[in-house]
C-alpha cells in the first residue's frame, strides 16, 4: 500500500505524542508499505528525504501558533492530490479539518483520521482556534472512511458527539530490550532513583504547573525527612508556542535548585531520565491516551497519574492514583509512594510491563491498523455522498 501520513510536525519525532506515535508507526509500516510522512523543515532538522525506510515529504508552512498546523495540512493534502496514495491518514482533529479535500478531489484514495485527543479542551487556545478545532472533530468523524480513537473515552466521545462508532486502537510504545546507562544524568545533576521526572510539552493542560507546587509542598511540610529533602524533580519538556507558560514555570521554581528544567530531550538521554527515574509523575487535566505515561510503564518504573479518565484505562492501582487539580492530593500521592518499599516499588513497575506487553505494544497494534487499511481498501462504503446527497 502506499500510504500517507498529513498532520503531524514531522520525523524523526524531536517532541510530541503525536509525532512520536506517527514515527514509531511509520517505521514498521515501512517494512511492507510504501509510506510517505509530510514534515516541516523547521521541526525535521535533517536534510535527506527518507529516513529509516521511510520517505519524507516537505511542504510549505506558516510558522506560528495558529497558521503552522492548518497551513502545512493545506500544503500536504494539495500536493498529495497528485502522488496517487492507496490512503491519506490524517493525525488529529485540527488536520482532519481539510480531509473533505481528497473525498472530492482524489475520489479514488481511502481517508482515515487518528483522533488523538480533544485539542479544543486545551487551555492554549482561544476561542476561535477551539471553534475551528470543534469543526476539525466534526469533519474527522464525517469524511473519513474510517475514525481511529486511541482511547476508550475518545470513542464514547464520537458516540455522543457524532454519533458513529470509531475503531478503538490505542497507542503503542516499544519494547525497552537495550541495556541503558546512567552518564547522561550528570549534566543535569540527577542520581539514579533520588528524582521524580515528568516528561511533556510545557503547556498549561499538562499540569506542570501543579506538579512544582506539589513538590515545593511535599519539601516544605516534611523538613526532617532525609528522603523528600534529598529528592529533585526533573521537568523534561519545552514550548509548544508556551514560552510565557514557561517563564511562569521558571519563575514558579526559582528558589528551589532541586527542581531540574531540561527542555526537549531524545534518544538515550531520554532514555535514561525515565529509566533512572524513582517513578513518572502525570497531573495531566486533559489527554488522548498519554504515551508519555505508557513509555515511562515500558520502562518498568511506577507511575502516578491523575484520574482523568484516559490514565484511569490504563492504571488500575488506587495508590498510583490522584485527583486531578488538586495539588494537596497529588503530595499525598507521592508522599504515600516514598513510604512504600522497594519491593513495593518493584511490583508496580511489574504490574506497569505486564500491562505494556498485554495492551500497547506495536506488535500488537500496528497489525490491527494495518487490517483496518485493507478494510478500508476494500469496503465500497462511501460517507460523504449520504452526506451531500
Given at each position: 500500500m502506499k500510504i500517507a501520513m498529513i498532520g503531524q510536525k514531522g520525523i524523526p519525532a524531536i517532541y510530541g505524542g503525536v509525532e512520536k506515535h506517527v514515527h514509531d508507526l511509520a517505521l514498521r509500516l515501512a517494512k511492507n508499505h510504501d509510506i510517505y510522512v509530510y514534515s516541516r523543515k523547521w521541526y525535521t532538522k535533517i536534510k535527506e528525504n527518507s529516513y529509516q525506510g521511510v520517505n519524507i515529504v516537505h511542504t510549505p508552512t506558516i510558522h506560528t501558533?495558529?497558521?503552522?498546523?492548518?497551513?502545512?495540512?493545506f500544503t500536504s493534502t494539495i500536493h498529495a492530490l497528485f502522488q496517487g496514495y492507496d490512503i491519506i491518514h490524517y493525525h488529529g482533529v485540527g488536520p482532519s479539518l481539510l480531509s473533505w479535500i481528497p473525498r472530492i478531489f482524489a475520489p479514488k484514495t481511502k481517508v482515515v483520521n487518528t483522533f488523538?485527543?480533544?485539542?479544543?479542551?486545551?487551555?492554549?487556545?482561544?476561542?476561535?482556534?477551539?471553534?475551528?478545532?470543534r469543526l476539525g472533530e466534526k469533519a474527522a468523524c464525517t469524511f473519513?472512511?474510517?475514525?481511529?480513537?486511541?482511547?476508550?473515552?475518545?470513542?464514547?466521545?464520537?458516540?455522543?458527539?457524532?454519533?458513529?462508532?470509531?475503531?478503538?486502537?490505542?497507542?503503542?510504545?516499544?519494547?525497552?530490550?537495550?541495556?541503558?546507562?546512567?552518564d547522561n544524568l550528570k549534566q543535569f545533576n540527577l542520581e539514579k532513583n533520588k528524582y521524580f521526572v515528568f516528561v511533556s510539552r510545557l503547556v498549561p493542560h499538562k499540569g506542570a504547573h501543579l506538579l512544582i507546587e506539589a513538590f515545593q509542598?511535599?519539601?516544605?511540610?516534611?523538613?526532617?525527612?532525609?528522603?523528600?529533602?534529598?529528592?529533585?524533580?526533573?521537568?523534561?519538556?519545552?514550548?509548544?508556542?508556551?514560552?510565557?507558560?514557561?517563564?511562569?514555570?521558571?519563575?514558579?521554581?526559582?528558589?528551589?535548585?532541586?527542581?531540574?528544567?531540561?527542555?526537549?530531550?531524545?534518544?538515550?538521554?531520554?532514555?535514561?531520565?525515565?529509566?533512572?527515574?524513582?517513578?513518572?509523575?502525570?497531573?495531566?487535566?486533559?489527554?488522548?491516551?498519554?504515551?508519555?505515561?505508557?513509555?515511562?510503564?515500558?520502562?518498568?518504573?511506577?507511575?502516578?497519574?491523575?484520574?482523568i479518565p484516559e490514565h484511569l484505562e490504563i492504571i488500575r492501582d488506587p495508590q498510583a492514583l490522584f485527583i486531578e487539580n488538586n495539588i494537596n492530593e497529588m503530595e499525598k500521592c507521592i508522599k504515600n509512594f516514598l513510604a512504600r518499599d522497594t519491593k513495593e516499588h518493584e511490583k508496580m513497575a511489574k504490574d506497569n510491563i505486564a500491562i505494556i506487553d498485554k495492551q500497547y505494544t506495536w506488535d500488537v497494534i500496528v497489525p490491527r491498523i494495518e487490517q483496518l487499511y485493507k478494510r478500508v481498501l476494500l469496503s465500497r462504503k462511501n460517507k460523504l455522498k449520504k452526506i451531500v446527497a
Open positions: 501558533k495558529h497558521l503552522d498546523a492548518i497551513s502545512h495540512t488523538h485527543s480533544i485539542d479544543r479542551y486545551h487551555q492554549k487556545w482561544n476561542f476561535f482556534a477551539k471553534f475551528m478545532l473519513a472512511h474510517e475514525t481511529i480513537a486511541v482511547s476508550e473515552s475518545i470513542k464514547q466521545y464520537c458516540q455522543n458527539e457524532y454519533n458513529i462508532a470509531p475503531t478503538y486502537i490505542p497507542n503503542g510504545v516499544n519494547k525497552i530490550e537495550k541495556k541503558i546507562g546512567q509542598n511535599l519539601k516544605k511540610n516534611n523538613p526532617k525527612n532525609n528522603k523528600i529533602q534529598n529528592l529533585k524533580l526533573a521537568i523534561v519538556g519545552g514550548s509548544a508556542y508556551t514560552d510565557d507558560y514557561i517563564k511562569q514555570l521558571h519563575e514558579q521554581a526559582k528558589n528551589n535548585n532541586d527542581i531540574i528544567f531540561t527542555d526537549f530531550q531524545s534518544g538515550d538521554i531520554l532514555d535514561e531520565l525515565y529509566a533512572n527515574s524513582l517513578a513518572l509523575v502525570h497531573p495531566s487535566l486533559n489527554e488522548g491516551l498519554p504515551i508519555t505515561v505508557l513509555q515511562a510503564m515500558s520502562y518498568q518504573i511506577p507511575v502516578l497519574v491523575s484520574t
